[in-house]
């Protein structure tokens, strides 16, 4: 009777790990091939008094955010480190539409040579234009928790316009003269609350934290070969759109 028992219950326990670990992983099939064409890169989003996720409660004014997970990545009190590895000037474009009575966003264009002199104030389109340093990063904090970090994008515009300059300035000229890579120095990304003759604001800074550590600059490399070499690469844009309607930034005329 002893024997039998324990046979079976060893027949149950068979059963049941090989189901739950998975007996051959092969079984499972490869892999789909996924390249960038299938993600999204997600912002890292300023919350404004206005923003929608602060009138529905879903986050606070001054905080960071993850736009795809809203994740809280920041605040006024608690600095974001951040690792710039690619700069990319656009032009955020918005439009307004008479039947709505509001902006909606239209397109984001790359800046070159053939558009960096382009008007504010399209007026015969009815197009605004904002001026945009965007910067590809990525998260130390998640580059040590899981071994390799997803990139974000942090984007300077409007009132926060000048301190993208001085965080392409530090990528390009500051690490260049120190021997570092653009991605060569880690960086706080600070959260100040201001306000002017529009209303008030949170505006985005930077400062120089540390050098970035070997594991941390081949990952930033590996992202940066990625990003130069895949121009079907796509971003979360609905931030936005969301920007737009609100219509409460200047257009970063500096």
Known sequence: ???????????????VTGITEGANLDDWGQAPQVSSRDTIIPR????????KQVADDQAAYGELRDSLTMEKLGSATEPLEIIPFHFAPVWIEKQYNKDEDEYKYLRTVAIDSSNDNLPFEDEEHGI???????????????????????????????????????LSTQMYMTNRAAGLPP???????????????????????????????????????????AVKSDVSI???????????KENTEDTGKF
Request: proline residues 3%; aromatic residues 6%.
């Open 128 to 166: 605004s234009r904002i001026r945009t340093l965007q910067f590809f990063v990525i998260l130390p904090s998640v580059l040590s928790a899981e071994g390799n970090a997803l990139p974000k994008i942090v984007s300077f515009r409007s009132t926060s316009l000048r301190n993208g300059r001085k």
């Open 234 to 244: 796509k971003t979360d844009d609905r931030d936005l759109d969301a920007d737009a």
């Open 44 to 51: 890292v989003m300023l919350m404004q008094l206005m923003s």
């Open 1 to 15: 009777m002893g024997t039998k028992k324990k046979e079976v219950t060893k027949k149950q326990n068979t059963g």
């Open 183 to 225: 991605a060569g120095m880690v960086m706080k990304l600070t959260v100040k609350k201001t306000e002017n003759d529009k209303g008030k604001f949170a505006v985005m800074d930077v400062e120089p934290s540390r050098k970035a550590t070997d594991i941390e600059l081949a990952e930033a490399f590996k992202w940066f070969k």
